[in-house]
């Protein structure tokens, strides 16, 4: 089975189209297990609760969850559907953004992060998962600083860690709270 595909698919159907695999989501994001399996019966023949489990395992930045008695799954970010994410109690004082040189521009000089096509600006708890996300939009990405201590006390931002992981959402973050950070070895 292709794992790979497997899940992209599943965050195809998590995160942006539920409705493509009559699947219904609840306001936190979570699916029936049951209802995706057969939704990707068709295109994954076989696939079972063990290969979701597989995905979870091997998966590097946790997209999925599966409730406890695996009868539900979640996608943890990413989604242009509203779910409403868990909020973090405390945060690192700074996160990273990840992104190509010339957005990176447009954002310190004008409105910040904004969600574009998602429902949350994506950031990270370290520069080398910053780095990554860079590099899928420029081979010489630029890492962004963000004062998350300053972002929550001034602006009243409310950051979102849905896995305790190290990918962080937030609805935007005006272009005071970000810097330019030291450049990006690749």
């Known amino acids: 089975m292709n794992m790979k595909l497997l899940s992209k698919t599943i965050s195809y159907y998590l995160r942006h189209s539920p409705e493509e695999a009559d699947l219904i989501l609840t306001s936190a994001g979570w699916a029936d297990t049951l209802e995706l399996l057969d939704a990707l019966e068709p295109k994954f023949p076989?696939?079972?609760v063990e290969h979701l489990h597989q995905l979870i395992v091997e998966e590097p930045n946790a997209r999925f969850e599966l409730s406890t008695g695996d009868d539900q799954i979640r996608a943890h970010y990413g989604h242009s559907v509203p779910v409403a994410l868990p909020v973090a109690s405390s945060s690192p004082s700074i996160l990273y953004h990840g992104t190509s040189p010339e957005i990176a521009d447009?954002?310190?000089s004008g409105e910040g992060l904004r969600p574009m096509s998602r429902t949350y600006v994506h950031?990270?708890?370290n520069t080398d998962l910053a780095t990554r996300v860079g590099l899928r939009?420029?081979?010489s990405p630029v890492v962004l600083l963000v004062d998350a201590k300053a972002l929550r006390a001034d602006a009243g931002v409310v950051?979102?860690?849905p896995n305790d992981?190290?990918?962080w959402l937030a609805d935007s973050v005006p272009a005071k709270y970000l810097a330019r950070g030291p450049r990006v070895k690749v």
């Open 137 to 139: 939009k420029s081979p």
């Open 46 to 48: 076989g696939v079972s």
């Open 106 to 108: 447009l954002v310190l």
């Open 165 to 167: 992981g190290q990918v």
């Open 159 to 161: 950051l979102m860690n």
């Open 123 to 125: 950031l990270s708890d």
